[in-house]
């Protein structure tokens, strides 16, 4: 239980960070090659504390989860469809989760987006990121060069 004054700070301020982060989410959505906005992962955080706060359990562990998703794709060059899918469910769940909370309902967040958002907190982003040419690698094109740029050109001769 928690007082009126309380309850209307909290609707009024994670409706407007919901709502950011949802438009936020879709936006970044249309444009994977950008890097993904820190005020993502604010708007997650906000939400995940001030929910915890008042209570609510659900929606703070699901916008905890998705904050922790997020800083995660941020160490990507860039998004893939099924981050920006997970991202966008996530913000609709809590949208969602929210207004039911409004009419004064605590419900659970769908399994599904939590899943969603525990698979990429599993993947390697790492990984796709360009490799790293190994040592020996780098030697063998370095012998290529220096074979090419030795072997005479025609038309060119030399000095």
């Not at 941020?74 to 998004?79: H, I, R």
């Given at each position: 239980r928690i007082g009126l004054q309380l309850y209307n700070v909290y609707l009024n301020e994670a409706d407007e960070w919901s709502r950011r982060l949802q438009v936020e989410a879709g936006e970044w959505a249309l444009e994977l090659h950008r890097p993904l906005p820190d005020?993502?992962?604010?708007?997650?955080?906000?939400?995940?504390?001030?929910s915890g706060t008042v209570g609510f359990t659900a929606l703070s562990e699901l916008a905890r989860l998705l904050e922790q998703a997020l800083s995660h794709v941020?160490?990507?060059?860039?998004?893939r469809p099924h981050h920006a899918a997970a991202f966008v469910a996530a913000a609709e769940d809590i949208r969602r989760l929210l207004h039911q909370f409004a009419a004064g309902f605590l419900r659970h967040a769908e399994a599904g987006v939590a899943e969603a958002l525990r698979a990429v907190l599993a993947e390697d982003v790492a990984a796709?990121?360009?490799p790293v040419p190994t040592p020996l690698e780098l030697e063998s094109v370095a012998d290529g060069l220096s074979q090419l740029s030795s072997r005479p050109r025609p038309g060119l001769q030399k000095l």
């Open positions: 005020s993502m992962v604010a708007l997650a955080h906000s939400l995940a504390g001030s941020q160490l990507a060059p860039s998004g796709s990121q360009p």
